[in-house]
């Protein structure tokens, strides 16, 4: 089946750093990746959708330029999250759409704590 | 706009036992798809089953099976013969250009 590498699955940073976070689709083409944020017990929360070649579009109240997202290749996805702050710590989440049937996989999560 | 509610923050059921899971959304299209997916601990999202909208039958997947009410927007999840491993967050989905999550339902089995 479809996997999609999430990288690295936790990482500590000290505030004021910068963090990527890789989404990798490895037997299939994405040409649409979706990054979500997740606080403890609660749902996931669409932050910007990442399109193959174009700029990445971020929902309400996301601020783009501290989470930067590129999505340079077909199987490639990233999100760096610059400057981060201790309230960016939480559970971060991609997902890539297959363009050959539109099945959505996703990755494995990526805990951030800023310390 | 896509809006997905799961009015039940946490449930419970015996083993072997059924339950139902409740979701209900909003949404202006037509076509469009529907999803639960459950989140063990490990947080790995699993895809539990999926509906098409334009699908007037129930999906079903083994233990699992969906009750689609499409006028009503209306999409629960039945989970027959339930087992430990199904204890969980679960949470329901909608999809047109991308995917809106309810709030989840957290799930426990009782031996």
């Known amino acids: 089946g479809a996997v999609v590498s999430q990288h690295p699955s936790w990482v500590i940073c000290k505030s004021g750093t910068s963090v990527k976070i890789e989404c990798r689709s490895l037997?299939?083409?994405?040409?649409?990746m979706f990054w979500y944020r997740q606080f403890p017990k609660q749902s996931l929360m669409l932050m910007a959708t990442s399109n193959e070649g174009s700029k990445a579009t971020y929902e309400q109240g996301v601020e783009k330029d501290k989470f930067l997202i590129n999505h340079a290749s077909l199987t490639l996805s990233t999100l760096t999250v610059t400057s981060a702050h201790p309230e960016d710590s939480s559970f971060y989440i991609c997902?890539?759409?297959?363009?050959?049937?539109?099945?959505?996989?996703f990755g494995s999560g990526t805990r951030l704590t800023v310390v | 706009a896509q809006t997905v509610t799961q009015s039940q923050p946490e449930m419970s059921v015996q083993e072997a036992e059924t339950v139902t899971l409740s979701c209900t959304y909003d949404t202006s299209e037509s076509d469009y798809y529907l999803f639960w997916y459950k989140q063990p601990p490990s947080r790995q999202m699993i895809l539990v089953i999926r509906?098409?909208?334009?699908?007037?039958q129930n999906a079903t997947e083994n233990r699992f099976s969906v009750n689609f009410q499409k006028a009503a927007k209306s999409f629960s999840l039945k989970i027959s013969d339930s087992q430990l491993g199904d204890a969980a967050m679960y949470f329901c989905a909608t999809l047109l250009n991308d995917m809106r999550f309810g709030a989840g339902t957290r799930l426990t089995v009782k031996p």
């Open positions: 509906q098409e909208a334009y699908k007037q």
């Open positions: 037997d299939f083409q994405a040409t649409t």
């Open positions: 997902s890539a759409r297959d363009v050959s049937n539109y099945g959505y996989t």
